[in-house]
């Protein structure tokens, strides 16, 4: 069987990133293998980690591209060969433009129960602020593909993770990436890899 060709988008710590290769080698993911990892930023700490992985690591740095930022996403992603763009931690809104020329082929993780605390302007921290704000009792997070609606694709996997008292925005987002981001994300990217390679190996029959 030949795997999943995937790039994964990065813009920070990465940590997510890290439980994407971290599947892969424990074989939770089997049907994918991750071929580029791209920051939109030149200083990301997601970039140490997949050098450390002898993954191959570029920077289409969003500030210095302006216009271009895009099309060098574009330009990456084929020289890779990727049939599958994961957004692990991406702090950028791709274009309807973008995201037509992948349809059901690009995969978002977003740190809550989609339809809540999501869209533009909810991302990171300002997620579990609002959560925290609002009071609600459960949140999590959701994995679901990427069309030009932010974080309005169809929904592929969602994991519910319990706010306790006291709870700081930084301690509710470890919480919810331990107990579910690092947990689904690769699961969903697995899902997602496989049907690919399935849908590949039919055509080629
Ligand atoms: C994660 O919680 C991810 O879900 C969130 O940012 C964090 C990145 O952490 N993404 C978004 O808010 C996207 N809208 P990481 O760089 O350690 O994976």
Not at 96 to 123: M, Q, W
Request: hydrophobic share 40%; charged share 25%; glycine share 8%.
């Amino acid at each position: 069987m030949e795997k999943t060709s995937i790039a994964v988008l990065v813009s920070g710590g990465g940590t997510n990133l890290q439980a994407l290769i971290d599947a892969q080698n424990s074989g939770i993911i089997n049907h994918g293998r991750i071929t580029a990892v791209i920051s939109s930023k030149p200083d990301a700490y997601a970039l140490k980690r997949a050098e450390a992985a002898g993954i191959p690591a570029y920077t289409a740095d969003r500030k210095a591209l302006g216009q271009g930022f895009e099309q060098e996403l574009r330009r990456i992603i084929r020289q890779a060969g990727a049939e599958l763009i994961v957004l692990a931690g991406f702090m950028s809104i791709l274009s309807a433009d973008f995201t037509e020329s992948y349809p059901e082929r690009i995969i978002n993780v977003h740190p809550s129960l989609i339809p809540s605390f999501c869209g533009k302007g909810y991302y990171g921290l300002k997620v579990h602020e609002a959560a925290l704000a609002r009071g609600v009792k459960l949140t999590g997070a959701t994995v679901h593909f990427v069309n030009d609606i932010p974080d309005g694709g169809r929904i592929i996997m969602q994991k519910a993770v319990e706010v306790q008292d006291g709870d700081t925005p930084e301690a509710l987002q470890q919480r919810v990436m331990r107990e579910a981001e690092w947990i689904i994300l690769p699961m969903a990217v697995e899902k997602i890899a496989e049907e690919i390679a399935d849908k590949k190996s039919e055509e080629a029959k």
